[in-house]
């Protein structure tokens, strides 16, 4: 079955960096669009990052543009989310997600991450 296992996640000082990792099975990853969403405690799940399959395009939200770098590793099946320059609100529950090539939607159970002193 389709599996997105979510990793990385912990605590971390303002200024910090942190990694998180989507180890994905069960569909052709190498075919899906994949993206990073997060939730904040009383907020709505919001869309920080996602790349194309190969790849080749990657966008970003404008909170995190310039500090967050989505990469994939399709021969690991892995996509991760290299988050540097933390701050406070940046804290949230951060989710995998992958759109695969017949429009499919599968979601990760999340990884918490929370910035603070």
């Known amino acids: 079955q389709v599996q997105l296992v979510e990793s990385g996640g912990g605590l971390v000082q303002p200024g910090g960096s942190l990694r998180v990792s989507c180890a994905a099975s069960?569909?052709?990853?190498?075919?899906?669009?994949m993206r990073w969403y997060r939730q904040a405690p009383g907020k709505e799940r919001e869309l920080v990052a996602h790349?194309?399959?190969?790849?080749?395009?990657?966008r970003y939200a404008d909170s995190v543009k310039g500090r967050f770098i989505i990469s994939r590793d399709n021969a690991k099946n892995i996509v991760y989310l290299q988050m540097n320059s933390l701050k406070p609100e940046d804290t949230a529950v951060y989710y995998c997600?992958?759109?695969?090539?017949?429009?499919?939607?599968?979601w990760g159970q999340g990884t918490q991450v929370t910035v603070s002193s």
């Open positions: 997600n992958a759109v695969t090539y017949n429009d499919l939607v599968f």
């Open positions: 790349i194309s399959s190969a790849g080749s395009s990657r």
């Open positions: 069960g569909f052709t990853f190498s075919s899906a669009l």
